[in-house]
């Protein structure tokens, strides 16, 4: 596998690109390290209206010359937020990297943000914010995220209050943008049928120009574990149970990953297993993890009836404090497999390996390579594993989000009793 080349231009932005030899198309893009949790109070849901934004128009293209010059080429463009990242994107053949390269850096540089396009958009976001809310199974989410990092930036939602999102001007729009878009904050990242020397001139021509910013200190997460609950009538009770784990950097990463994997990983996880398949109380049932550079989520989601919901969080705990003392070896290998399974499928995807160039780059300031990943999988024993799930046990402060006929369900207090005991 072609390795990673990197280049940094003197004013600090980064330039990482893989070559796949074989491929005929590639992704391009700018990862932008601001997200969420970089907003203030009053600033929440900013970044999300400014990706929204960026497709608006700019200084050289309208809205619909933006789409146009990648779908009259087949290609896809898109963008997201996330706490901790804004990212642009696009996906095209070969011969039309330079074009989406130019569309990218058009649409992060030179952004108009018309008055009306605003007032266009803003509606189009309190519809996105609706929607979500009209959506138990997303908006629970949110509602755990608040419970575990209430009262910070890093609890608060990605799209906002629609009463904040209500009031955002231009000026707040341009404020966001010079306190954060840096090139310190941006990696052009690029993987598939690219050359890497053509990127970095096309980079250094588009963003040479840009003068470092000093972006506002990103406020260190504070794990609370609280606890929300709201009632309604609903046919589904919603269940989400989170636990704090690890950041990217700590020494159990990996060893997070594995038990979250056969915790609740898959159809052969102990969950899966244990409350859909011998006991029924649900259609489905997961485990995932969620990783930022100074803390991390083990996030647990279940969907019941109202009445079965109290059965569902019993078993849940009781699953959870017995892999500390039993979880085996297969159970190991197994979800050491489906990790690594995952990686290199991904890394068979452009967009993924962009991606993944870009992120990695961010957090470790390089990109290590399938094989020293999957390297560092295989070298976590059952045993570390084992006391990685003792030790969240024992500092266990879980954050509990329930949405629906959850009147009558077990109280956070009551589960983290539950799984001390």
Same mark, same amino acid.
């Given at each position: ?22 491929? *005929? ?14 907003? /203030? ?23 619909? %010359?933006?789409? =146009? ?22 996906? @095209? ?33 309190? %519809? ?46 341009? $404020? ?19 050359? *890497?020397?053509?990127? @970095? ?7 040479? *120009? ?5 972006? #506002?200190? /990103? ?8 606890? %929300? ?14 636990? =704090?784990? +690890? ?60 009445? %079965? ?7 849940t705990i009781d699953e959870i404090r017995r892999s500390a003392d039993d979880l085996t070896g297969a159970e190991v290998a197994r979800a050491k497999a489906q990790l690594k399974a995952g990686l290199l499928m $991904? ?18 300031? /390089? ?20 006391? *990685?799930?003792?030790?969240?046990? #024992?500092?266990?402060? +879980? ?5 629906? +006929? @959850? ?10 009793? /539950?799984?001390?005991?």
């Amino acid at each position: 596998m072609t390795d990673v080349q990197i280049t940094t231009l003197a004013n600090g932005l980064r330039v990482a690109t893989r070559l796949m030899p074989g491929l *005929h198309s590639a992704s391009v893009g700018v990862w932008v390290n601001a997200g969420g949790r970089d907003e /203030r109070l009053e600033q929440n849901g900013i970044a999300h209206f400014l990706e929204h934004m960026a497709f608006k128009g700019t200084a050289r293209r309208s809205a619909l %010359q933006i789409a =146009e010059a990648i779908e009259d080429v087949g290609g896809y463009i898109n963008a997201y937020t996330s706490r901790d990242v804004t990212a642009y994107y696009a996906r @095209v053949l070969a011969g039309d990297v330079a074009l989406a390269m130019d569309v990218i850096g058009d649409i992060v540089l030179n952004p108009v943000f018309d008055g009306r396009e605003i007032e266009v958009e803003r509606g189009v976001i309190l %519809q996105e914010i609706g929607q979500a809310m009209d959506t138990p199974d997303d908006v629970i989410f949110d509602w755990l995220q608040e419970a575990a990092y209430p009262d910070q930036a890093m609890g608060r939602t990605i799209l906002g209050p629609a009463e904040r999102v209500s009031g955002f001007s231009r000026d707040d729009l341009s $404020g966001f943008v010079a306190e954060h878009y840096g090139p310190g904050q941006m990696i052009v990242a690029a993987a598939g049928a690219v050359d *890497h020397d053509a990127i @970095v001139r096309q980079a250094e021509a588009m963003f040479g *120009h840009l003068s470092p910013v000093i972006g #506002a200190t /990103r406020e260190p997460a504070r794990w609370l574990g609280t606890e %929300q609950r709201r009632v309604k009538r609903l046919e589904q009770a919603h269940f989400a149970l989170a636990f =704090e784990g +690890p950041g990217y950097l700590a020494p159990d990463f990996y060893a997070a990953q594995i038990w979250t994997a056969a915790l609740g990983g898959g159809m052969s996880s102990r969950l899966f297993q244990k409350i859909r398949e011998e006991r029924g109380l649900c259609y489905s049932i997961f485990a995932q993890s969620g990783f930022h550079d100074d803390t991390g989520m083990v996030t647990i989601y279940a969907g019941t009836a109202g009445d %079965q919901l109290a059965d569902l969080a019993h078993l849940t705990i009781d699953e959870i404090r017995r892999s500390a003392d039993d979880l085996t070896g297969a159970e190991v290998a197994r979800a050491k497999a489906q990790l690594k399974a995952g990686l290199l499928m $991904g890394l068979e995807s452009p967009s993924s390996q962009a991606e993944r160039i870009a992120r990695t780059l961010a957090i470790w300031g /390089r990109v290590p390579d399938a094989a020293e990943v999957a390297a560092r999988i295989d070298a976590v024993t059952a045993a570390e594993v084992r006391d *990685h799930a003792a030790a969240l046990i #024992a500092a266990a402060r +879980p954050a509990l989000a329930l949405y629906g +006929p @959850v009147k009558k369900a077990p109280a956070r207090d009551a589960l983290a009793q /539950r799984l001390a005991a």
